[in-house]
């Protein structure tokens, strides 16, 4: 069974300072993965995804995911945070299987400080 | 713009009584997922559908029904609504491909039972 482990519920951040958000994985098979952001009040917008290709994933608004298959991760990251990227923020793996069902992380919530 | 409209944003319901969520894709795609939102639990998923009349149950299915009669319309019903079923109900929405196209949510449905 596939299944993803956020390691921090809550992060926070100064404007202007690097953004790490963790998430380790397990997955029987190749997984798929991804990073979707929830801001207050709305639904669930895809930032990135890795399908077996580069590694290192850029996404949309200057987020990126590396793929660290030896560490099992999937850490999002993003240089230089900004006031607007304050959301909660949901690792994803997908079993590959059939319909392609996505197994969600419990979410980190990042907050950023000006 | 593609779009995954669920029909409510807001509900409050009776212990006891039948509820009805719906959800309209107007992608044309295959497969269509019901989740719910908990704090500090993420997603998880309730039912799923793959093609038309059928269906597939998720990681917690007990409480739930579903029906899809069309392609682009798949319903989440309560048989009988309990305030343990107080939650954010979130509706997707992936084509077989959905590797590559990822997957479309709809804005979410915060039901209240009391």
């Known amino acids: 069974a596939q299944s993803v482990t956020q390691l921090d519920s809550h992060v926070s951040v100064s404007e202007g300072t690097p953004v790490l958000l963790r998430c380790n994985y397990s997955?029987?098979?190749?997984?798929?993965l991804f990073w979707y952001v929830q801001h207050p009040n709305k639904g669930l917008q895809l930032l990135l995804k890795?399908?077996?290709?580069?590694?290192l994933v850029k996404g949309i608004n200057g987020f990126e995911a590396e793929f660290k298959k030896s560490e099992t991760s999937f850490h999002l990251t993003k240089p230089s945070a900004h006031m607007s990227d304050a959301a909660e923020y949901f690792c994803?793996?997908?079993?590959?299987?059939?319909?392609?069902?996505?197994?969600f992380g419990q979410g980190t919530r990042l907050t950023i400080n000006p | 713009d593609v779009k995954v409209t669920q029909s409510s944003r807001y509900l409050v319901k009776r212990t006891g009584e039948k509820v009805f969520l719906e959800c309209v894709q107007d992608?044309?795609?295959?497969?269509m997922f019901w989740y719910r939102q908990d704090p500090g639990l993420g997603l998880r998923l309730i039912y799923f559908?793959?093609?038309?009349?059928?269906?597939e149950k998720g990681d917690i299915p007990e409480g739930y029904s579903v029906s899809r009669e069309k392609k682009e319309r798949f319903s989440l019903i309560l048989e009988s609504a309990s305030t343990n079923q107080t939650s954010m109900y979130l509706c997707?929405?992936?084509?077989?491909?959905?590797?590559?196209?990822?997957?479309?949510f709809g804005s979410g449905t915060r039901l209240t039972v009391v």
């Open positions: 559908s793959y093609d038309v009349k059928m269906k």
């Open positions: 994803v793996v997908s079993d590959g299987q059939g319909a392609q069902k996505l197994v």
């Open positions: 890795y399908t077996s290709a580069a590694t």
């Open positions: 992608m044309d795609h295959e497969n």
């Open positions: 997955s029987s098979y190749s997984p798929s």
């Open positions: 997707a929405s992936s084509s077989q491909g959905a590797m590559d196209y990822g997957y479309t």
